[in-house]
């Protein structure tokens, strides 16, 4: 069999054809979600969350986040002037918007609050806090890095 120029023309045109159809295929695959839902209703609320950082960098002891790797979990010190605090708390996964943990602040008598890490996947997790005491709104976060058990 005689190889043509028309042939080679072929050949190159249904290779990249084919592998144009594979990346098409590939990128109906790929979970392209947002961070979060509510992404613009975020960033028109962007100036009340700069304040809260505000508020928490402005504390003299603001809140102290700790990754105990021998308890396995995490230690949340909240300042222990304050009192009546109550907020929320996100543990973020990056890679995977399923993993994501919603918790609700629960101190002790310290103004202390302990969350185990055992049923939580090792990796890299993003820590918001969101915390409220005596009428004043508070924002701190932190980068762990969960150890494989």
Avoid: C
């Avoid at 986040?65 to 708390?89: E, M, Y």
């Amino acid at each position: 069999m005689k190889f043509s120029w028309g042939t080679g023309i072929f050949l190159f045109y249904s290779v990249f054809a084919a592998s144009l159809f594979y990346q098409v295929y590939r990128s109906t695959q790929y979970d392209n979600s947002l961070v979060v839902e509510n992404y613009y209703e975020e960033d028109i609320n962007y100036q009340s969350r700069y304040d809260q950082i505000q508020n928490s960098r402005s504390l003299e002891a603001g809140l102290v986040i700790q990754l105990n790797n021998l308890d396995k979990a995490i230690s949340l010190d909240f300042p222990k002037d304050k009192k009546g605090i109550s907020g929320k708390i996100l543990l973020y996964r990056a890679s995977n918007k399923k993993l994501d943990r919603h918790l609700t602040i629960e101190l002790n008598e310290e103004n202390k609050m302990i969350s185990p890490t055992d049923n939580i996947l090792s990796g890299r997790w993003k820590l918001e806090v969101e915390w409220e005491t005596e009428g004043r709104s508070y924002f701190d976060k932190k980068v762990l890095n969960i150890p494989s058990a």
